[in-house]
């Protein structure tokens, strides 16, 4: 056994960090550091910077333009750019419909599309979930009829995430709601935003912010050309994208960085006059987490080792996506904690990359109230935790 | 033992139920709190013609003479509404204060002027490094011929915006840190050298950031003092945000188990799956136990000090841990629609969470209850 990674891959992580300098553009940094609002164009100033040195297609196999990267690699990659102050890689496209789009799609797909996604021509947008049709995803009822070579869709997506940057979106559709099970008669579809009867609706979330959507269908006409697979076989083509939807599902790397940052305000902190990392309460509330964390490291790295070994897999993930987002919700929990009173004040406007105002208490205390609300979220999508724990008793205990 | 209301409490609690039923809808709440004052001065005369303005001051300034229960009874009622009106400040805090401070005459001057609805106060004592700590005052306060005058720092002073007259704290002798030395004074909320720059809270009130440049002040009884009327007036604070929590969790556990029944995923309620089920019942238990505790608060609030501070800090804790747990489960089990702004339930959660930065958060109450219950507490 040895748990130090290769000279290699040393050498790659130098590689990463000497880009991160150079390439990840400071402004767009500094506002993930400080927990800012990022705008479109900052998360595209960005992949275009990834997709110019070949590095968009983290998960591409080379043949497409990615970049052929080993798991570990890939968790290397993922640990600088968090480190350096990357903005998460937007996954809908490059991480999402592309994978399907290489693995179902037709010749001609993947040469219209997947070019479109790595020089970021086209922003994607995931259109899975309806009101009616959450943990239950299969229960879906947005209609797709046949009208010679088009489809005509009817319904509403909602929860769709920065749909309202989006050029396109995925989407699963009713094509046969007399089959005998509900995932029997699902297809994937990909819909051009710009096609007549589409209203995007926001959803502010509980944080004020504006990052979901409700799509609504209205007559739309959907070339059949624009199907994935074979009709009424979306929701293979759907599973595989959730095998995909869950790689990096642990967040080490930003659970790395958030607890850097947690440490740098519980320093700047003060209680009883010391610095707020001395008091014995908190010091061990923070402990906790990081050994949480290494274990989840250690917990993450063992699967990608497998992974590399040519293991697929299974329950791994759904523990990995569980006991991820439990460690990053306690961290903006403890960092929410950290702030004390100033935990209260709301100044949104702080948030803006062009803010010169005045700082109501330390310039790190805007966004941390709202962000530990809007982290909720983790536990809920990429399917719930509960779903996930579902997963576990039955795929892997056979309960 | 008895835990049953009073012939007037009982209808004080029909009172301020019904009000927060029929007139407190979650839309006017909403729109109150999104006003530039954050609250509705409509509303606020309403308390006043209901005489909820009047409840915890002694008749003999025109108050009706509750105590900690008649407090919880209302707070609890606020906590149910959500209610955004200034009571905490003016009422509980900065009507106590002046109750427990003030002399003859400022007391009948300005709890008439509260309990009219007419007086907006707010209590501007915490400090930018002061965290919780209640004996953490640095603003100096400095008698010169014309009288008292104040310079420092005051931060999220809630509802300090709105107030007619600040509270302050400051120091006539000793050092940050020291209980003696404290003074309280009030000064008007246009003096000359103040600055309140107010904000929106993230729990939908409002807060401000104040400065004092050597403003004129006129002390609230004998300056110099003050510590013991602090505290005493804080510990009221802490019974009300106590009660106020349970009022919200009772809420927020209502809301979720009405949606556990009728929210259908699999073709069954999602209240159908036992691993909710248990979830849900975990919230329960945890509002049973910090109602108790807040009951247990608000009845000790006449006891003496180290009693009355051992129970309020107990019960802060109590509440803290159980409103942070009913507010994160009660989102996780709705799923994504209680993460959005239009769900009232969201609202609930961001209060009970924040509840905790008020007045001293878990990790503070847990370490002034074991020095209280030590007896190394100064
Ligand atoms: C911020 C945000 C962004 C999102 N972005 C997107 C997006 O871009 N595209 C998209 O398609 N969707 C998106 N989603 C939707 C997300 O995938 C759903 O919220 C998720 O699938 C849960 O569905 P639901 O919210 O309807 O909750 P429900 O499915 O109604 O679940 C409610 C509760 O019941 C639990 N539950 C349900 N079934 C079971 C069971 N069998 N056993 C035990 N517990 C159960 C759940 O875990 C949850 O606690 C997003 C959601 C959020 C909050």
């Known amino acids: ?399 | 033992m008895d835990f049953s209301l009073s012939e007037e409490q009982r209808l004080l609690k029909e009172t301020v139920d019904r009000l927060v039923r029929d007139r407190y809808g979650f839309e006017a709440r909403q729109a109150a709190a999104a006003s530039e004052q954050g609250f509705s001065r409509a509303m606020w005369a309403t308390f006043a013609e209901l005489g909820l303005l009047a409840v915890p001051f002694p008749e003999a300034v025109g108050g009706l003479g509750g105590g900690g229960v008649d407090l919880m009874v209302v707070a609890e009622a606020f906590g149910r509404g959500l209610v955004v009106e200034p009571y905490l400040a003016t009422v509980v805090l900065g009507g106590s204060l002046v109750e427990l401070a003030g002399s003859d005459e400022q007391k009948a001057h300005i709890l008439g002027h509260v309990v009219a609805g007419e007086k907006l106060l707010a209590f501007a004592h915490g400090e930018p490094d002061g965290r919780y700590d209640l004996a953490h005052v640095g603003t100096r306060a400095e008698e010169s011929g014309d009288g008292w005058r104040l310079t420092g720092r005051k931060s999220v002073v809630i509802n300090g915006d709105a107030a007619d007259t600040l509270i302050v704290s400051a120091r006539t002798a000793g050092g940050t840190g020291d209980e003696a030395g404290i003074g309280l004074f009030l000064v008007a909320s246009d003096a000359a050298g103040l600055t309140v720059h107010g904000n929106p809270t993230i729990d939908g009130g409002r807060s401000a950031e104040v400065v004092l440049d050597g403003v004129a002040a006129e002390p609230l009884g004998e300056p110099g003092a003050a510590f013991p009327a602090i505290e005493a007036a804080v510990a009221r604070g802490i019974a009300a945000l106590c009660a106020e929590a349970v009022g919200a969790m009772e809420v927020a556990c209502e809301t979720t188990l009405d949606y556990l029944k009728t929210r259908k995923q699999f073709g069954r309620p999602i209240g159908s799956f036992q691993a909710l089920q248990h979830r849900m019942v975990d919230m329960r238990t945890e509002l049973e136990q910090a109602r108790s505790m807040a009951i247990l608060a608000a009845a000790k609030l006449g006891a003496d000090r180290v009693e009355r501070e051992r129970t309020v800090s107990a019960a802060k804790v109590t509440i803290g841990r159980a409103a942070h747990h009913v507010a994160e489960e009660a989102i996780q089990l709705h799923g994504g629609i209680a993460m959005t702004w239009e769900y009232a339930l969201s609202h609930y959660a961001k209060r009970l969470v924040m509840i905790d930065h008020l007045l001293g958060d878990v990790d503070f109450h847990t370490e002034r209850f074991i020095a209280l219950t030590d007896g190394t507490a100064a």
């Open chain 1, 1 to 399: 056994m040895d748990l130090n990674f290769t000279p290699e891959e040393q050498a790659f992580r130098d590689e990463v960090r000497a880009f991160m300098r150079t390439d990840l553009p400071a402004d767009v940094a500094a506002k993930v550091k400080g927990g800012k609002r990022l705008t479109r164009d900052d998360h595209v100033r960005w992949m275009t910077a990834l997709s110019k040195r070949g590095w968009l297609g983290v998960n591409w196999p080379t043949e497409y333009g990615g970049t052929g990267w080993s798991p570990v690699q890939r968790h290397i990659f993922e640990e600088e750019c968090a480190a350096a102050g990357g903005p998460r890689i937007i996954a809908f496209g490059v991480n999402m419909v592309a994978p399907v789009i290489m693995k179902f799609g037709t010749a001609e797909q993947k040469a219209h599309y997947l070019p479109r996604i790595l020089d970021l021509t086209d922003w994607w947008c995931q259109g899975y979930s309806e009101p009616g049709a959450g943990s239950d995803l299969a229960s879906l009822k947005t209609r797709a009829v046949r009208d010679g070579d088009h489809y005509v869709v009817n319904g509403q997506k909602t929860w769709t995430t920065l749909g309202q940057h989006a050029d396109w979106i995925f989407c699963l559709v009713r094509t046969d709601p007399q089959a005998a099970k509900p995932q029997e008669g699902i297809s994937f579809l990909l819909i051009d935003m710009k096609t007549p009867g589409i209203t995007v609706r926001p959803i502010i979330l509980l944080d004020g912010e504006h990052e979901v959507n409700e799509v609504f269908f209205d007559d739309v006409r959907v070339p059949v050309g624009n199907r994935i697979g074979e009709e009424n076989l979306g929701w293979t083509y759907a599973k595989y994208l959730l095998t995909h939807e869950r790689t990096n599902i642990a967040g080490v790397g930003l659970s790395k960085e958030a607890l850097r940052h947690l440490k740098t305000i519980a320093r700047d902190q003060l209680k009883n006059g010391r610095p707020l990392i001395e008091d014995p309460i908190f010091r061990a509330r923070m402990a906790q987490i990081e050994i949480d964390l290494m274990a989840l490291e250690m917990t993450n790295l063992r699967v990608l080792a497998d992974v590399q070994a040519g293991g697929a897999p299974g329950a791994e993930s759904s523990i990995l996506k569980i006991k991820g987002t439990e460690v990053r919700q306690a961290i903006t929990d403890l960092a929410r904690r950290a702030l004390g009173p100033y935990a209260l004040p709301f100044q949104s406007e702080a948030l803006d990359g062009g803010f010169n105002g005045e700082p109501i208490g330390p310039g790190y205390a805007a966004p941390v109230a709202a962000h530990y609300f809007n982290m909720r979220k983790l536990s809920i999508f990429g399917g719930s935790n509960e779903i996930q724990k579902n997963i576990i008793a039955k795929a892997s205990l056979g309960l």
